[in-house]
């Protein structure tokens, strides 16, 4: 049977393989070909062709893709419950006179694909049911084995590791959100003039783009692959048409990641208006300017957009007498590039230049690339949406799967990167608690600062008093 070829000879520069209409498919037991590529077959087929034997091992590019991919069709347990049978019974584990010699050449197979599933969707296993299974399984191919006992041993102590450790995020997260929300219910009763503001805090726009970087690469590092599928699950209609994660949300870290964007947004509307007088909010503005000017240089394309939006929200673009103290050829150019039409043209060169930066990088500095997660994640949407799951004839597509794949895999190289620069506590901290004002409170602060200068605005700056102080 043919390998499943790397992704550099599976897709072209569109995605997809170039050649896959230009040659007469060939069946391999459910499983079709074009040119050596699989671009369909039966789900029970694709599960098998994911299972070793004593001959063969599949390629790591097809473990990556059906592990992304087979969420859209059954559950993670259930896939796991599959494979756990097909290893036992085809493998004959269950049976101890069972030939040694064959079982010494299956067991570090099935314990490498054990290992790849554990390591790159370590998530899976905080099912209770994930976990079982995987400890039947690896205590069969362990026993009378010192060899395979110690492997499945490093395998389990490193997932609990990673599962203690978001544990460990999400507890900090919780903490981190409860300070933010006790830290506004000190602001309502504070007076405004002895608040701090990000520019007591910090004035080198450098230095705050660094910090910022830190956040986003921390907040990249725990999403996981599933994630992106699982945010998108939609009904399969050949598979009792129910959705395999309508029971619970499972994409909780890529929605705390799309929070902290609008988080960011909110805090740089919020600090330019805040102040009472004019000559700092241009100074304010102009200093977000320069952090975001900073992040691009980065790559941290993902908090320069967060900076702009703020700056392009109502209550801060509307204050007219502000903005004309700026000079905005600097902020014209940061705009250039967040420009939507062409769909992110230039958004996406640069992308591909910070992309192209990281492949060759000397330092890791160099390698990272923070993406505007918004847009990766509309991209994934689309391809989603505009790909069919299944073929006519009822044979999942997977064709669809690997440029899904593709995609998330170079998201997976992004969020390996470590940050290189020094973590500033006091900074950090400010970041993620200082308290942000809300919608209607931005508004009313900026018609404070720039009163109403029509009638829709007088109507709207009543209406904002009346309900805030109701709200007092």
């Known amino acids: 049977m043919p390998q499943t070829p790397p992704f550099p000879v599976t897709f072209g520069s569109t995605g997809f393989n170039n050649n896959v209409y230009q040659t007469k498919e060939e069946n391999y037991g459910s499983l079709y070909y074009h040119d050596n590529n699989l671009v ?76 790849e599933w554990t390591e790159t969707f370590p998530y899976d296993f905080r099912d209770e049911r994930m976990m079982r299974s995987l400890k039947e399984l690896t205590h069969r191919l362990s026993c009378g084995d010192e060899l395979y006992r110690k492997a499945v041993q490093q395998m389990m102590q490193a997932l609990i590791r990673k599962l203690t450790t978001l544990s460990q995020y999400e507890e900090v997260l919780a903490k981190l959100s409860a300070t933010a929300t006790d830290r506004m219910t000190v602001l309502k009763t504070k007076p405004l003039s002895i608040q701090r503001d990000i520019l007591t805090i910090c004035n080198d726009p450098f230095a705050l783009a660094q910090q910022l970087t830190h956040i986003e690469l921390e907040r990249l590092s725990y999403i996981g692959p599933e994630e992106f599928v699982q945010a998108f699950v939609q009904k399969d209609l050949l598979d009792n048409d129910k959705s395999c994660f309508s029971d619970r949300k499972k994409a909780t870290n890529l929605q705390t990641y799309v929070e902290w964007f609008n988080r960011l947004s909110y805090l740089v509307a919020t600090e330019i208006c805040m102040p009472v007088k004019k000559k700092q909010r241009a100074r304010v503005i102009e200093f977000f300017i320069d952090v975001a000017r900073e992040c691009f240089n980065i790559g941290n394309f993902n908090s320069m957009m967060a900076i702009i939006s703020g700056m392009n929200m109502s209550p801060v673009s509307r204050l007219k007498k502000t903005w004309g103290k700026i000079k905005t050829a600097k902020f014209d150019i940061l705009e250039h590039q967040m420009d939507p039409s062409s769909n992110f043209y230039n958004y996406r060169t640069a992308m591909r230049g910070a992309t192209q930066r990281a492949v060759t990088a000397h330092s890791s500095r160099e390698k990272i690339v923070i993406p505007f997660f918004s847009l990766l994640i509309k991209d994934i949407y689309f391809l989603n949406e505009g790909c069919a799951n299944r073929l006519p004839n009822g044979l999942v597509n997977f064709e669809k799967f690997w440029e899904l794949a593709k995609q998330v895999s170079e998201f997976m190289t992004w969020k390996q990167v470590e940050c290189p620069f020094e973590r500033d506590r006091k900074i950090l901290q400010y970041l993620l608690t200082a308290p942000v004002f809300s919608e209607d409170a931005l508004y009313l602060a900026s018609y404070e600062s720039e009163g109403p200068e029509n009638n829709m605005e007088k109507d709207s700056w009543k209406s904002l008093r009346s309900t805030l102080l109701s709200r007092v």
């Open 40 to 115: 369909s077959g039966s789900l029970e087929a694709l599960i098998q062709h994911l299972v070793p034997n004593v001959d063969y091992y599949p390629d790591r590019t097809y473990i990556f893709t059906f592990l992304l991919s087979s969420r859209l069709y059954l559950h993670p347990y259930e896939l796991m419950s599959k494979v756990c049978h097909l290893c036992v019974e085809h493998q004959r584990l269950s049976d101890p006179q069972a030939d040694k010699i064959r079982l010494r050449k299956i067991a570090p197979k099935i314990v490498q694909l054990l290992t």
